[in-house]
């Protein structure tokens, strides 16, 4: 295992599809994380509901209020911007935060939709600067087992056509196939640095297993000497 001397934490994000367990793998990548380590571990979630702009966005979410698909989408990445000092820090620290979704999120739910379906710079534009994640791990679902698994839940986005297309866009973002795909521009490719994709379509034991297995093997288990990257260099 790495130097105990290691500089910092590791920034870890999940990503994936609403119904993979996203937070239940968060949650098990924590204690997994702590037991291995003295280092601190913290788990952290976007949208961040209990600010001020959260409130906006958990409002938008529940359709108690409608926005403009852009405005909406600037509060997502507003609501990282209020955290990225506390996110900063936190690692400097040494403190590694396990994040439940990131700008991977936003920038899939936001292309999704019709109105800005051509609109993908625009999307990340906003999220330019943002600390990196050392690793994003993408918790890959269909839509099939998502309904063996009961289906949506009610809030906006939870419904099998817009799954659809946020699934193809992030299978955009990380570069994985772009079959079916109306043209992204070669830039957006491939662009989230350290992007790996696992099937949570498994138990939550063996998809747990995976998870770990791909943080253990970027090197993140105590925590990283490498300097903190800055989206979307
Ligand atoms: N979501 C999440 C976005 O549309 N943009 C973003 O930037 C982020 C971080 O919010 N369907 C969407 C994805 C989810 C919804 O997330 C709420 P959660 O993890 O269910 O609280």
Excluded at 35 to 58: N, Y
Excluded at 107 to 129: H, N, Q, R, V, Y
Excluded at 198 to 224: F, I, K, P, R
Aim: proline share 5%.
């Amino acid at each position: 295992s790495p130097a105990p001397s290691a500089a910092r934490g590791a920034f870890i994000v999940l990503e994936g599809m609403d119904r993979a367990g996203k937070t239940t793998q968060a949650s098990l990548l924590r204690a997994k994380l702590a037991a291995q380590s003295s280092r601190p571990v913290e788990l952290i979630k976007f949208p961040d509901r209990t600010t001020a702009i959260g409130t906006m966005i958990d409002a938008y979410l529940r359709s108690a209020t409608d926005l403009d698909d852009r405005a909406i989408h600037l509060l997502f990445s507003a609501n990282r911007w209020e955290c990225a000092a506390r996110i900063e820090a936190a690692l400097a620290a040494g403190t590694t935060l396990v994040c439940d979704r990131y700008a991977f999120s936003g920038i899939a739910f936001s292309a999704a939709k019709p109105s800005l379906a051509d609109a993908f710079e625009w999307c990340a534009t906003p999220d330019t600067g943002l600390p990196a994640p050392d690793v994003t791990i993408f918790l890959d679902l269909s839509p099939e087992t998502a309904a063996e698994r009961g289906g949506y839940g009610r809030e906006r986005y939870e419904r099998e056509e817009v799954q659809r297309a946020v699934r193809a866009v992030f299978a955009r973002i990380g570069g994985q196939q772009e079959a079916d795909l109306p043209d992204a521009p070669d830039a957006m490719l491939g662009r989230a640095r350290n992007w790996r994709v696992v099937d949570a379509g498994h138990s939550v034991e063996e998809v747990a297993a995976a998870v770990w297995a791909n943080v253990h093997e970027a090197g993140l288990a105590d925590g990283t000497q490498a300097p903190l990257g800055r989206l979307w260099a």
